[in-house]
């Protein structure tokens, strides 16, 4: 990198020329990486003069060279005079925040906003600030040939919409986001989709109301009917939330019949968004308003071939619960929950126990004793062991939520009863059941009740259902 004789001093711009076009990119990189002492040698006024020019001109090379060069030029504001001469850099950065590869556009600003700092009041209004306007370059991205560009500006329009402030977002942004809500490839449309509750909140509030219906929602009423699912899927997950935005009555006029037909779309995940995002429609309308159509969604997501889906709907039921309220649930909602306990799918039965706690926790013991407890004591006769075992595991999470009482007088005579089961894996799990729910029963029941029984286990001829027998009489509270 020195000239002839090894002296800095003398290193000639040409050098580097020939090194940048060279052939060999790790002899480009390490070029690249001493800038800082190629602008030392030249000197303040031919860096100014000649390297960056030259830079500037030379933005072509591979991403990793870029990168090198957007970095060292974050840290050129002495080796171009200081502040006063800073305005220098920009053409080069601003050359490099325009790249194809994100990492080099991401240190290019990193850059910018780093050599901001240091510009005076004065020179940032007359060189910096140009570079805020954004539209022309933006019109060009959202227009862009390659869907991949158009996905970016959907993905992050929200961010350039608090850049660019109320007028700009009216009069540009807002047909900008029309054209990505149409664009004619789905992953764009879903980008912008997943934005449109963002959007619509955060435009100017004395025509926000008006340019969402003029402007947004015929959008949004297209894409409910799309024709890929992930579009529909992202709408739905954010939709709403307009409910919030455009009041009672538009959301009664305009926005339900788009939820209904979201409730009876043919793709679960469009359906799961929906239901999942209720509680924004029922601060609004009540919940009132869709359950002529929630309930169908809800039975035939309850019902889905695919487990997982079974379990979503599954892991949203007290939330539903909570706002469609207790006669609707007891009426429409309970026959399904009961019905989850003996799927024969594992998880679907755990998520189904989770789920009945959660709803006593919710409508209370009174409840419990009535609706609940009967029918999952009632699954301890059930023919299927697995069934039966469903049975203890309910009784597990139930204990503590129902209380002393309910535990004691009604689900423990239950338990010790399944202590003859015939299946030692029953047996074994009574003796964790028993373990389980020794705090919340009554001390008399603990000695004259289930200390006899667990004793028994001990005795059993499987030894699984010994070790845990002796387990359970280990253990704190019966030792008490």
């Known amino acids: 990198m020195a000239g002839a004789d090894g002296d800095d001093s003398l290193y000639p711009i040409a050098v580097l020329i020939d090194e940048l076009r060279n052939e060999d990119v790790q002899l480009r990189l390490n070029s690249i990486k001493k800038l800082s002492t190629i602008a ?108 991949r560009v158009r996905y970016m500006v959907a993905d992050k329009f929200s961010e350039l919409q608090k850049a660019v402030g109320p007028e700009i977002t009216k009069n540009d942004l807002v047909p900008a986001f029309q054209n990505l809500l149409k664009d004619c490839e789905a992953e764009v449309r879903a980008a912008a989709a997943n934005k449109v509750k963002e959007f619509c909140e955060n435009l100017p509030e004395d025509s926000r109301e008006q340019i969402i219906m003029t402007h947004i929602l015929p959008c949004v009423k297209e894409l409910v009917s799309d024709t890929n699912q992930h579009v529909k899927s992202a709408l739905a997950s954010v939709i709403m939330g307009l409910s919030t935005i455009l009041g009672k009555d538009n959301t009664i006029e305009h926005l339900l019949p788009l939820f209904l037909a979201q409730l009876k779309d043919e793709c679960p995940e469009v359906r799961l968004n929906i239901i999942s995002n209720l509680d924004c429609v029922n601060e609004v309308i009540g919940i009132r308003q869709l359950s002529q159509s ?158 006899p029984v667990l004793e028994k286990l001990t005795t059993d001829t499987d030894m699984d259902v010994k070790y845990f027998a002796q387990e359970a009489l280990n253990g704190k509270v019966l030792i008490c």
């Open 40 to 147: 030392l040698a030249l000197g303040v006024e031919r860096t100014r003069t000649e390297l960056l020019p030259f830079l500037t001109d030379t933005i072509y090379d591979e991403d990793e060279v870029l990168l090198a060069l957007a970095e060292q030029l974050g840290n050129f504001t002495m080796l171009v005079g200081g502040p006063e001469y800073i305005h220098c850099l920009l053409p080069p950065l601003e050359s490099l925040a325009t790249v194809e590869e994100t990492v080099v556009r991401d240190k290019a600003v990193e850059s910018l906003r780093k050599i901001s700092q240091e510009h005076s009041p004065v020179d940032l209004e007359v060189h910096f600030e140009p570079l805020t306007l954004v539209m022309p370059t933006l019109r060009q991205a959202a227009e862009d040939k390659s869907w």
């Open 294 to 451: 929630l309930l169908p969604a809800i039975v035939e997501l309850a019902e889905d071939a695919k487990w997982r889906v079974r379990l979503a709907i599954i892991e949203y039921m007290p939330l539903l619960a909570g706002q469609l309220g207790v006669e609707f649930f007891d009426e429409k909602l309970n026959t399904l929950c009961m019905a989850w306990l003996i799927d024969h799918v594992y998880a679907i039965r755990e998520a189904a126990t989770c789920n009945l706690m959660k709803l006593v926790k919710k409508f209370g013991h009174e409840w419990a004793q009535n609706t609940i407890v009967p029918k999952v004591l009632g699954m301890a006769n059930d023919p299927n062991y697995l069934h039966r075992m469903t049975t203890l595991f309910c009784i597990n999470a139930l204990s503590e939520a129902c209380g002393q009482e309910i535990t004691t007088k009604q689900m423990l005579p239950v338990v010790l009863k399944m202590a003859n089961d015939q299946v030692a894996n029953v047996r074994f799990n009574v003796a964790k059941s028993l373990q389980k729910i020794g705090p919340v029963l009554e001390s008399l029941a603990l000695q004259t009740e289930v200390k």
